[in-house]
C-alpha cells in the first residue's frame, strides 16, 4: 500500500513539474504563431512584439491549453467575435456569458501603429466606470470583423466617438479598404492580427446568435476546439 502511495505522490511531483514547464515561455515561443482550432475552421494569429505584457500572458494561456473548449460568446456581425471566458465550457444554453476569467488584468499597451482594422485581436475588459486605466481582462479578446468606412463616417467617429482625435491618414486609408472598428482605437489594447482564416472570422460573426438575456450568444455553440502554438510561416 505504501510503495502505491509513494508512487502515487511520484507521479503527482512530475505532473506539476511539466505543467509548470509548459507554462514557462522561451525566446522560441515568442517568435511563434497561434493556431486557433475552431468549429468553424481554422485561425492563426501573430502577436506583436509592441505588447509584449499581452503577448506574454496570451502564449502562456495558450501553452497551459487555457482556451481549449471554450467558447465565442459573443458574436456581433460588422463588429467583432469575442471569447476567453472559462465559463463558458460548460455553460448551458441561453446562460449569460463573459464575465469569467483569472484574478488579474494586464496593464494597457496603446500603441499608435497598433488600430483596429479588419483581423485584429484586442483584449477586452470591463467599462470605464469601474476601470479608468482601461487595464484589460486576464483572459478575453476579441477578433475585429468591423466594416468599411466613407471619410464622411470617419469624420463623425472622429467628432462623437474619438472626441475630436483625429484618425491618421494611413490607418483612415486602411478602415475605407479592408474596415474595421475605427471607435475602439487607444481604448482597447491591440496586440496581434489574423495573418491566416480571416474568412473563418466572417464565417463565425454571420452566425445567429440570441436576443434574450445572454444576448449576443451564437444559438449554437461555436467553440475553440484547441489554441496551440505553431511555426511561424512566411506571409
Not at 511563434?32 to 499581452?54: A, C, E, K, V, W
Not at 483581423?119 to 468599411?148: E, H, L, T
Request: charged share 25%; glycine share 6%.
Amino acid at each position: 500500500m505504501k510503495k502505491w502511495i509513494v508512487l502515487l505522490l511520484n507521479c503527482l511531483i512530475v505532473f506539476s513539474a511539466i505543467s509548470q514547464k509548459d507554462s514557462t515561455l522561451r525566446k522560441k515561443d515568442r517568435r511563434r504563431d497561434i493556431l486557433l482550432q475552431t468549429s468553424y475552421g481554422d485561425i492563426i494569429i501573430r502577436l506583436s512584439d509592441s505588447t509584449p505584457l499581452h503577448r506574454d500572458n496570451f502564449l502562456k494561456l495558450v501553452k497551459v491549453h487555457f482556451y481549449d473548449s471554450i467558447l465565442f460568446h459573443r458574436v456581433i456581425q460588422n463588429f467583432m467575435i469575442q471569447s476567453g471566458d472559462p465559463n463558458s465550457k460548460n455553460a448551458k444554453p441561453g446562460e449569460p456569458l463573459g464575465n469569467g476569467g483569472p484574478d488579474y488584468t494586464i496593464q494597457a499597451e496603446f500603441r499608435q501603429t497598433l488600430f483596429h482594422k479588419k483581423g485584429v485581436i484586442a483584449a477586452a475588459r470591463q467599462g470605464d466606470n469601474v476601470n479608468p486605466q482601461k487595464a484589460s481582462s486576464g483572459s478575453q479578446f476579441y477578433i475585429v470583423q468591423g466594416k468599411i468606412f466613407t471619410d464622411a463616417g470617419l469624420d463623425s467617429v472622429e467628432t462623437y466617438r474619438l472626441n475630436g482625435r483625429k484618425i491618421p491618414p494611413e490607418q483612415r486609408d486602411v478602415y475605407k479598404t479592408i474596415g474595421g472598428t475605427p471607435h475602439l482605437d487607444q481604448n482597447y489594447t491591440v496586440f496581434g492580427e489574423v495573418v491566416k482564416g480571416s474568412e473563418v472570422v466572417d464565417k463565425i460573426a454571420s452566425v445567429q446568435t440570441s436576443k434574450a438575456t445572454d444576448r449576443d450568444r451564437p444559438l449554437e455553440a461555436v467553440r475553440i476546439i484547441k489554441a496551440k502554438l505553431v511555426k511561424r510561416k512566411r506571409r
